[in-house]
């Protein structure tokens, strides 16, 4: 099987995969005061410095989650007690989506969706406008995108938010341990990550809160006071163990795997383009992650397209929505119509992807494309 969904979720690494078995086999409550319980607290705070490595931030200024669903909502609901617009955009994940739109009931008072255009950049006019209403209390943009991985500029968002009083949170779950991250260059105040995009655990995830963040205590879950207040819940230690590992490994291996990656995936849209067009890359202009293509096949629906190659694991959209029947409100926004977001495939590759696993893959959805193509054009 070609493995192409990192997007969905990246293999568990190995340094992660130890480092979870290593913290399960030992007992210890990490707020326990006895040995066993340091030694748990211990394995806690390497993970928080591993994980603050990566993001060149302070250890303290990291909240662990059960993954970025969590951190995204925590920022949101603390973020929404300033009272304020939030401004956001119609492309973001649904963790980020729905809840903007439950927090503020929807209402245009509350809430504003940025103008997306058809390479999948928010309208930074549109920001600067909303923003020049000084009523926006906070601004939330995805660092890149799950389904295109189209990458926001976080630099002149920060700058104009910043300049209007208003706070930056951005989703980087996809962009953390594929790209550098510089938390001291990059301005932003919150910023949700999951572990297991970069090879940790599954249900493991953080939220970035910058030092001196006039954020109201606003926690998700009450209880035992654990993450500094901010999330109640005795830790999970070995997926938090993991996620630290995981943090490392992909700290030292983004330097080498971002071009690696970035080669693989371009040889994998020439092949495509080339083999079965009539097809098109989207967000192909706009600066992307090294190693996601999302390609609409005209004509082929994407679910045809994927049963008929059983062999590569790719998806349809985003795998978040997928067995939900609407099409990706990601490439509506873009102005894709619904039979064109429908005929997308997105296909992610990571850092144990491999180049004869591309080539399979390449030759198993041109033949996948092609297929399907004939079977609905063919005389019944
Ligand atoms: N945001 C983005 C951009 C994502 O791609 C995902 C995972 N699909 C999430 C948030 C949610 O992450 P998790 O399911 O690990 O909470």
């Known amino acids: 099987l070609a493995y192409l969904d990192y997007n969905a979720t990246a293999p568990t690494r190995p ?18 005061t006895h040995r066993s319980g340091r030694h748990a607290a211990e394995r806690v705070d390497l993970a928080r410095r591993q994980v603050a490595e990566l ?31 939030l401004v956001t955009s119609p492309v973001e994940h649904p963790a980020v989506l729905e809840t903007a739109k439950t927090i503020t009931s929807g209402s245009p008072d509350s809430l504003m969706l940025l103008p997306v255009d058809a390479d999948g950049l928010v309208d930074l006019d549109a920001l600067r406008k909303a923003l020049a209403t000084g009523e926006v209390a906070v601004v939330s943009l995805m660092a890149a995108n799950n389904e295109t991985g189209v990458i926001t500029d ?46 940790g655990p599954q249900g493991v995830g953080a939220l970035f809160v910058r030092r001196g963040t006039p954020l109201p205590y606003r926690p998700l879950l009450i209880g035992g006071g654990q993450e ?6 005795t830790l999970n230690v070995p997926g938090i163990a993991g996620a ?10 983004l330097a080498t795997e971002a071009p690696r990656i970035a080669q693989l995936r371009d040889a994998l849209e020439d092949a495509l383009v080339e083999r079965v067009g009539d097809c098109r890359i989207n967000g192909v202009r706009s600066t992307r992650l090294p190693g996601v293509t999302s390609i609409t096949f005209n004509g082929a629906p994407a679910d045809a397209v994927l049963a008929a190659m059983p062999d590569v694991a790719a998806s349809e959209g985003s795998a978040c929505s ?37 080539e399979r893959a390449a030759v198993s959805a041109v033949r996948a494309v092609r297929h399907v193509r004939a079977a609905l054009t063919a005389p019944l």
């Open 15 to 32: 340094e992660a995969l130890k480092a979870t078995v290593e913290a399960m086999s030992a007992v210890g409550n990490a707020s326990s």
């Open 244 to 253: 630290g590992a995981a943090a490392e490994a992909a700290r030292r291996a």
């Open 228 to 233: 500094r207040g901010w999330r109640a819940g």
């Open 55 to 85: 993001l060149n931030c302070a250890h303290g200024e990291i909240v662990f989650t059960s993954g970025a669903t969590e951190a995204n909502n925590l920022a949101l609901r603390a973020a929404s007690g300033i009272g304020g617009r």
């Open 154 to 199: 976080l630099g002149p968002v920060v700058e104009a938010a910043h300049r209007a009083g208003a706070l930056v949170h951005t989703d980087a779950t996809q962009l953390v341990g594929r790209l550098p991250v510089d938390l001291a260059e990059t301005d932003v105040d919150l910023l949700s990550l999951s572990a297991h995009k970069f090879g």
């Open 322 to 358: 997928s067995g939900a029947p609407s099409p990706s409100h990601v490439l509506l926004a873009m102005g894709h119509s619904r039979e064109e977001a429908d005929s997308t495939v997105r296909f992610s590759l990571g850092y144990a992807t491999t180049a004869p696993e591309i």
